[in-house]
Each structure stands twice: as C-alpha cells, then as structure tokens.
C-alpha cells in the first residue's frame, strides 16, 4: 500500500498517511500531494476506517510546498496545471482527519494541517506562513483558513510577517486543538482518533458537514441543514442502538449503519 512519498498504515479502525521524505523535511511536491489525496479519498470509501490521521515525522510535519519544483513555474504553467485545485478534494473527505505535528508546518505543510479537522501539535512544533519571504503568498487555502480561525487582523499580522507561531500562539488562537510533549503527538493523536472511531460514524459525518457549512453559510441556512443532518440520522441503525443502549443502560456499539 505504501507509495513513493508516502507510507500507509492501518490501526485498528484509524487510517494514516505518514508523510515519507525526510530528507526535504516532507516538501509537499505534486506527486506527494497527489498520493496523500488519493489516500485520504480510498480511506474515506473503505468502510474498515473510521478516523483517519496523518502525520511527518519528528523533524517535521511538512515544509510546504516544493520550492525547487515550483521555482520555475510561470503563470501559464500553473493556470493549465492548477496544482491546488486537487486539495479541495481534501475538503470533500468525510471522515474526521486529524494532524498529528512535530517539529515544522509551514507554508503548504500548514495548508495541509489545516485542511485537516483537527490538530495536535508538539509544545516544539512551528506554524508558520513564510511564503511572504520567498515573494510568493498561500496558495493552498492558508489566507482564508488562518482568517477563520483567528480572525482578519491577526491572520494578516502573521501571514505578512511571515514569522513561525509556536504551538501555544497556535493554541490560544483556536488554530489547533491541543499541545502535547514531542515524544507524545502520535500516542495522543491515536488515542483522541481511537475515541472518535467508537462514536457512531454517521453522526461524526453528519455533524461535520453541518459544522462546516457554519462557516460559509448564514445561520438560517446552516440551521436547516443542521435540522436535516438530524432528522437524517433517524435513518440508521446507529441511532436506534444509541438510544437503546441509554435504555439499557449499556454502552452503545456503532456498525455505522
Ligand atoms: N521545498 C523544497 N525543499 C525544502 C523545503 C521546501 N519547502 N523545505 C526544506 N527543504 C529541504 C532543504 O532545501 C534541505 O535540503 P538539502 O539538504 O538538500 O539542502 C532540507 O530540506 C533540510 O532543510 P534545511 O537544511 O533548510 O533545514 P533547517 O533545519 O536548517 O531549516 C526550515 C528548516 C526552517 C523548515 C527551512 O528548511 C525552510 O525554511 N524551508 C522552507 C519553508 C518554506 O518557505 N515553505 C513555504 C514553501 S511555499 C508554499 O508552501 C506555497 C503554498 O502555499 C503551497
């Protein structure tokens, strides 16, 4: 299963992709990008996995997009090849996918942390937007996540200075969820995909959709779909075990039916 840049894993019901070119700090180059999305799109079709998690290594997370690979690029070259259209293809996985981060995540590196739902860095890891510092700028939806997430002002102070966050920066601005010792990401990482891979997964997929349309959609819109999602999960069988097991007093265990 493993590809050229990536190796990947299964853990009980938890997919990884663990990014695979240490020696360019896992440099996002278009081969990468393209085996991590058709990895991430089989694991979110194979009904074994549940969560799926990705991760570098302890030097880094990902260092952004190739710069030896791009530097050349003209304006016509990327218009016809459109590297960053295949990430929104990343935005369509339904699955809840979390990043587990060591060390760096900087420009596409964070692009790519931040497409994910869910982010556990190391108290050493780097955040960080330096594209500004090459002439460039975010190109891989790093303007309009970081802006979400911490807002207009702060987002343009970072992405303009180009400077790395710390993990504590990171967490107080709500860009991640939780910091951990180096030496602990992926055991915490596992242990927080384990607990969503126990949850009933068409609620998890449910509730991710309606969450994200909260950030492009106006409430009165959003709260329809919310309504829907929730009369939709009526359909399954998860629903159905879920409350008979309250009943019973039990614990619930979800088939994902
Ligand atoms: N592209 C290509 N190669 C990269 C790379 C990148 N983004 N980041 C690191 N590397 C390579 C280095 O060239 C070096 O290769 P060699 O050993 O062959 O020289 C190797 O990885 C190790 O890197 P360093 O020796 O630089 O390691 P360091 O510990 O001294 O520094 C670093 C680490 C601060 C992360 C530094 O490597 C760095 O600044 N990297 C570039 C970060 C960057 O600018 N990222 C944004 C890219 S543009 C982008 O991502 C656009 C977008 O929106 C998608």
């Known amino acids: ?15 990884i992709i663990q990014f695979n070119r240490p020696k360019a700090l896992h440099a996002l180059n278009r081969q990468m990008v393209d085996e991590i999305v058709g990895q991430l799109k089989s694991f979110d079709q194979d009904d074994r996995i549940r969560v799926i998690l990705l991760m570098g290594d302890e030097r880094a997370f990902a260092a952004g997009a190739d710069i030896d690979e791009m530097m050349d690029d003209t304006p016509l070259t990327l218009e016809f090849l459109d590297p960053f259209a295949i990430w929104d293809e990343i935005s369509n996985v339904k699955k809840p996918t979390i990043a587990a981060v060591n060390g760096f995540a900087l420009g596409g590196g964070f692009e790519l942390a931040l497409h994910c739902d869910l982010i556990i860095g190391a108290e050493n890891a780097q955040f960080g937007f330096p594209e500004v510092k090459l002439g460039v700028m975010p190109g891989a939806g790093g303007t309009q996540f970081l802006t979400k997430a911490m807002g207009r002002r702060k987002a343009l102070e970072w992405i303009w200075l180009g400077e790395p966050m710390s993990a504590q920066e990171a967490l107080h601005y709500g860009v991640i969820n939780r910091i951990v010792a180096p030496e602990l990401v992926e055991e915490e990482a596992m242990r927080l995909a384990n607990q969503l891979a126990e949850q009933a997964p068409i609620s998890l997929r449910l509730i991710k959709e309606a969450v994200y349309a909260a950030e492009d959609q106006p409430v009165r819109e ?4 919310e309504r829907k999602n929730f009369y939709l999960s009526f359909a399954s069988h998860d629903q159905k075990e879920g409350m008979q097991a309250f009943k019973e007093k039990r614990l619930p265990s979800f088939k994902g039916v």
């Open 1 to 15: 299963m493993n590809k050229e840049f990536i190796k990947v894993l299964q853990e009980g019901k938890v997919g």
């Open 222 to 225: 959003g709260k329809k779909l």
